[in-house]
């Protein structure tokens, strides 16, 4: 059976999956593959499991090999350097006055080239920052601007719920989020409670909103005027998940509907 296996080449960075051939890697062992940046050294983040054409992708590159110890000490060296350029490009920021917020820093395994991650409001004139990395650094330098997602991500965190952030523990891309995934699911509309370190959205209000949806079809909706043998009224508190709603009659009362399988009464028609 055709098996794979998930790493990762930084803390939080995106999962990757690649074949381990004849190799048996652990949890948290280290292996070397190639990529298009050259040749990489990435963590074993889920060891080998079978391939699932639902979830993985259709090609999968296989390792190269496990990584020796040396190429592994090798990890703490790029590190340092990775401390000492970001040091330096900070002061450079300082120094040239430029209205940038220095995020990450990346060198890459091989020393080829080392990026340098970045957030700003708007287009940022770098061009004597990029001169001063390159004659200090003496290789490839790039500067990225990305976006305040990418950047929690990248700094990682806890969220509102007491947990490590979604984005650095297992997400593998970002989705779409809009407020009106917090009003299907009847979530307050403060900013405060619906947004995430980032200060947009919650990713997490993504997730259960097709199950809301679903849910939702056989219910009436806010607001909308029925009759019942009570009397008429209006909609106006849902319960999703406990498959309920509740009317407001005419003359002031209220009356929870149950349309569960057995439930006090069924679905009410719609009034002319």
């Known amino acids: 059976m055709e098996k794979v296996i998930g790493i990762r080449f930084r803390k939080g960075g995106r999962l990757y999956h690649f074949d381990p051939r004849e190799f048996c890697p652990a949890k948290d062992d280290y292996v070397i593959v190639k990529t298009e940046q050259g040749v990489g050294l990435g963590q074993v983040i889920e060891p080998p499991c079978p391939r699932n054409p639902d979830i993985h992708p259709r090609e999968i590159k296989p390792i190269e ?17 990775e401390s000492e350029a970001r040091t330096f490009c900070l002061e450079k920021i300082a120094a040239h006055e430029l209205p940038m917020n220095l995020v990450d820093v990346e060198y890459f395994f091989d020393g080829s080239k ?7 409001e708007g287009r940022v004139d770098f061009r004597e920052l990029l001169k001063d990395l390159v004659r200090r650094l003496r290789t490839r330098v790039e500067l990225r601007q990305i976006g305040i997602r990418n950047q929690a991500k990248m700094v990682g965190g806890l969220g509102g719920c007491g947990r490590p952030l979604c984005c650095t523990s297992f997400l593998k891309n970002f989705h779409a989020v809009s407020i009106k995934m917090a009003k299907e699911q009847n979530l307050s509309l403060n900013p405060a409670k619906i947004s995430g370190a980032c200060g947009r959205l919650m990713c997490c209000l993504q997730y259960e909103h097709e199950t809301y949806k679903e849910l939702r079809k056989d219910m009436p909706k806010m607001g909308k005027k029925i009759e019942l043998p009570e009397g008429k009224g209006k909609v106006v508190r849902q319960n999703v998940i406990g498959r309920s709603y509740t009317v407001l009659l005419e003359d002031g009362r209220e009356l929870e509907i149950d349309i569960k399988e057995g439930g006090r009464r069924s679905a009410p028609r719609s009034a002319e």
């Open 65 to 81: 090999r496990m990584a020796t110890e040396d190429e592994i000490r090798r990890l703490a060296d790029n590190a340092a350097i």
């Open 114 to 120: 080392i990026i340098f991650y970045f957030t700003a």
